[in-house]
């Protein structure tokens, strides 16, 4: 893990480029590539029986693939493959690399395609941009169309092919480690590997429950204040008042995440603070057999101890039968450092995630403040 999320920000990943002082000259797209539109194909060589080809239609953008098949004639210039540059041109404006094989380019969706003297990548990158505020000055009753010849009137500023190319590697590399970055975050998930040798314990064995002392406060009837009002998966709203001032681990006592596990049912906070009467409040007399459990009571299936169909509910005497497997004080202390020391380093994932998304937005921007040739 740590080996992983430190080499998504290595230097290797980088390619050397400054087109800072390079001059660009802004040209229209039908310059120097051809827009070819979509053609209506008849909807009676139309089927969902995988016979024929497969047919673009725009709402097959973005889920990057179609459930609609062409069994009819076609001319085989309608037809797309692998990495073509296409265009939404109703509703949202929309361009795309189409990354699904051969297909047909139905209407209302058009492809670039022939460049001359331009990545088709690097137009990629900046059309978007360009489509949105197209879009956002689009009048409509319904539904705002661009048509292909006011996609050909784009301008784009282009710099020399070469620098296009590291323009487009850059932006390649800096995708790469938002990609790896988010896949670090998104698939780390906190696990103890349980000894089947660990003596096992419930949670009114090692905590005190304090749910007697919870406060239900109604929204009409909050005052706003700073002391955080928890509820079964987190803040909820700030109070003027609190009731519990220290470290608590905080486990949902009903709603659906009981059983859809979307979010964490345990949850520990610290400090001065509310609580509803929608999660159960758990005070330990030591830190490392808090984190301990939340993390185990995370892991592990409650189902068999939750009631209700409509509304799951873990009420208090089913969450004290929970068992804990729990070793040695010591041995918990190294597995909750462990976990600690994991955690941060997916903190440094989502930075570098965030990081590297503005270097993307930041390599797009500068480029529609390159210096123009002066022979525009």
Same mark, same amino acid.
């Given at each position: 893990?740590?080996?992983?999320?430190?080499?998504?920000?290595?230097?290797?990943?980088?390619?050397?480029?400054?087109?800072?002082?390079?001059?660009?000259?802004?040209?229209?797209?039908?310059?120097?590539?051809?827009?070819?539109?979509?053609?209506?194909?008849?909807?009676?060589?139309?089927?969902?029986?995988?016979?024929?080809? /497969?047919? =673009?239609? *725009?709402?097959?953008?973005?889920?990057?693939?179609?459930?609609?098949?062409? @069994?009819?004639?076609? +001319?085989? #210039?309608?037809?797309?493959?692998?990495?073509?540059?296409?265009?939404?041109?109703?509703?949202?404006?929309?361009?795309?690399?189409?990354?699904?094989?051969?297909?047909?380019?139905?209407?209302?969706?058009?492809?670039?395609?022939?460049?001359?003297?331009?990545?088709?990548?690097?137009?990629?990158?900046?059309?978007?941009?360009?489509?949105?505020?197209?879009?956002?000055?689009?009048?409509?009753?319904?539904?705002?169309?661009?048509?292909?010849?006011?996609?050909?009137?784009?301008?784009?500023?282009?710099?020399?092919?070469?620098?296009?190319?590291?323009?487009?590697?850059?932006?390649?590399?800096?995708?790469?480690?938002?990609?790896?970055?988010?896949?670090?975050?998104?698939?780390?998930? /906190?696990? =103890?590997? *349980?000894?089947?040798?660990?003596?096992?314990?419930?949670?009114?064995?090692? @905590?005190?429950?304090? +749910?007697? #002392?919870?406060?239900?406060?109604?929204?009409?009837?909050?005052?706003?204040?700073?002391?955080?009002?928890?509820?079964?998966?987190?803040?909820?709203?700030?109070?003027?008042?609190?009731?519990?001032?220290?470290?608590?681990?905080?486990?949902?006592?009903?709603?659906?995440?009981?059983?859809?596990?979307?979010?964490?049912?345990?949850?520990?906070?610290?400090?001065?603070?509310?609580?509803?009467?929608?999660?159960?409040?758990?005070?330990?007399?030591?830190?490392?057999?808090?984190?301990?459990?939340?993390?185990?009571?995370?892991?592990?299936?409650?189902?068999?101890?939750?009631?209700?169909?409509?509304?799951?509910?873990?009420?208090?005497?089913?969450?004290?039968?929970?068992?804990?497997?729990?070793?040695?004080?010591?041995?918990?202390?190294?597995?909750?450092?462990?976990?600690?020391?994991?955690?941060?380093?997916?903190?440094?994932?989502?930075?570098?995630?965030?990081?590297?998304?503005?270097?993307?937005?930041?390599?797009?921007?500068?480029?529609?403040?390159?210096?123009?040739?002066?022979?525009?």
């Amino acid at each position: 893990m740590e080996n992983e999320i430190h080499n998504l920000s290595a230097d290797h990943y980088l390619v050397a480029a400054d087109y800072s002082k390079a001059k660009c000259r802004m040209v229209e797209l039908q310059e120097v590539c051809e827009i070819l539109n979509g053609y209506a194909f008849k909807s009676d060589f139309f089927n969902n029986e995988k016979s024929g080809i /497969p047919l =673009i239609r *725009i709402r097959d953008i973005n889920s990057g693939f179609s459930k609609t098949y062409y @069994s009819g004639k076609y +001319d085989e #210039k309608y037809v797309i493959e692998n990495e073509d540059l296409l265009i939404v041109m109703d509703g949202d404006f929309i361009a795309c690399l189409w990354h699904n094989g051969k297909a047909l380019l139905n209407q209302r969706v058009c492809k670039l395609q022939n460049f001359s003297g331009v990545s088709k990548n690097y137009i990629y990158h900046l059309i978007q941009k360009e489509l949105n505020a197209i879009h956002a000055l689009t009048q409509a009753v319904t539904v705002k169309h661009i048509s292909a010849a006011q996609v050909g009137k784009i301008k784009i500023p282009l710099p020399p092919l070469e620098i296009q190319e590291q323009i487009v590697a850059n932006i390649a590399a800096y995708k790469n480690i938002v990609i790896g970055s988010n896949q670090a975050i998104t698939n780390w998930k /906190p696990k =103890i590997e *349980i000894d089947v040798k660990w003596k096992k314990a419930t949670l009114l064995d090692i @905590s005190k429950n304090h +749910d007697s #002392k919870r406060k239900p406060v109604t929204k009409s009837e909050r005052s706003s204040g700073k002391y955080p009002y928890y509820g079964a998966s987190g803040i909820v709203d700030y109070v003027k008042e609190y009731i519990f001032d220290g470290d608590y681990l905080l486990i949902s006592e009903d709603g659906a995440n009981l059983l859809s596990r979307n979010a964490p049912i345990a949850f520990s906070i610290s400090g001065k603070n509310c609580v509803n009467n929608h999660a159960h409040i758990l005070k330990f007399d030591n830190h490392y057999t808090q984190k301990f459990v939340e993390t185990y009571i995370n892991q592990i299936d409650v189902s068999s101890f939750v009631t209700g169909a409509i509304y799951p509910k873990l009420n208090q005497r089913a969450l004290n039968k929970i068992e804990i497997p729990l070793p040695s004080l010591a041995l918990q202390k190294e597995i909750v450092e462990k976990i600690a020391a994991e955690y941060a380093l997916i903190e440094s994932a989502k930075k570098i995630s965030e990081i590297y998304e503005q270097k993307i937005k930041t390599t797009i921007s500068e480029l529609w403040h390159a210096k123009t040739d002066s022979r525009n």
